[in-house]
């Protein structure tokens, strides 16, 4: 039989191998984390521009800085909560001085810019937005009337906008056919969007428009599939939230399986 004093100093090596292997799996994982929100498309795509600091520690995830607009808020913390290993996000990002005023005109304009871009069926690159007192300008143009339609209807639900005027001119036939090459090109080139992105864009989309941004939405993304849950207030609120999520970049699918109250 072993020394009892033999297994002792066994099982208290044992023990300080595993405290010294706890500290090391974690900082693995926190670092982790930050690179893998730094490759996410939403970083790379639309928060490139903004100056964006992380911490992470025990999976508790710190973020300071600035950023260009309160929507870069929300999709930064949304982004990263979604992550492996993230337990809870502390978003202390705050919007860098000389931002517009809410509601101002400035304000608006960045606001129905950033709702087209999560878009994938309007031009949002090609769309001048233009803002007087509630009233928006949109300029540029269109691929269809169907098209410059649903760039209206999209601007019009974005909260603070009384108003549009679309004075967006529509290709003709053959401007058209040339264009329409190019963008299936486009499309098939296009960059893949990592599932984390897909559902903090589809949750900063419903945010942004005022028909759902008071909807208590769950959202979860599979290999570009959207399910939604949640709650509506009627079958016409749940109906949008599906129509908004499946025009968001990425989005192959959109399950609805929200409840109407």
């Given at each position: ?105 400035a304000w608006l304009i960045a ?151």
């Open positions: 039989m072993k020394n009892p004093m033999y297994r002792l100093a066994l099982v208290a090596t044992v023990a300080s191998t595993f405290l010294l292997n706890v500290p090391l799996f974690a900082s693995e994982t926190d670092d982790r984390i930050e690179s893998a929100a730094k490759e996410t498309y939403v970083f790379k795509t639309y928060l490139q521009d903004d100056n964006i600091k992380m911490q992470s520690k025990d999976g508790l995830v710190t973020l300071t800085g600035t950023v260009s607009e309160e929507s870069h808020k929300s999709l930064a913390g949304e982004t990263v909560a979604g992550l492996p290993g993230v337990k809870r996000v502390d978003n202390m990002l705050v919007e860098k001085d000389g931002s517009p005023a809410a509601k101002s005109d606001k129905v810019k950033t709702t087209l871009l999560f878009h994938s069926n309007v031009n949002a690159i090609g769309t001048e937005v233009l803002a007087e007192n509630g009233t928006i300008t949109l300029r540029g143009e269109a691929t269809s009337v169907a098209q410059k339609d649903l760039t209206t209807e999209y601007a019009m639900d974005v909260e603070g906008v009384t108003k549009v005027n679309n004075e967006m001119t529509v290709e003709n036939a053959a401007t058209k056919t040339d264009n329409s090459a190019m963008t299936k090109k486009a499309d098939t080139m296009e960059e893949a969007i990592d599932d984390i992105s897909i559902t903090a864009l589809v949750k900063g989309t419903l945010l942004n428009h005022r028909s759902t941004s008071a909807l208590k939405t769950t959202v979860n993304t599979e290999n570009g599939v959207v399910t939604l849950g949640g709650n509506a207030t009627n079958a016409a609120a749940k109906d949008l939230a599906g129509k908004f999520a499946s025009d968001v970049r990425g989005v192959k699918k959109v399950v609805n399986n929200m409840s109407v109250e």
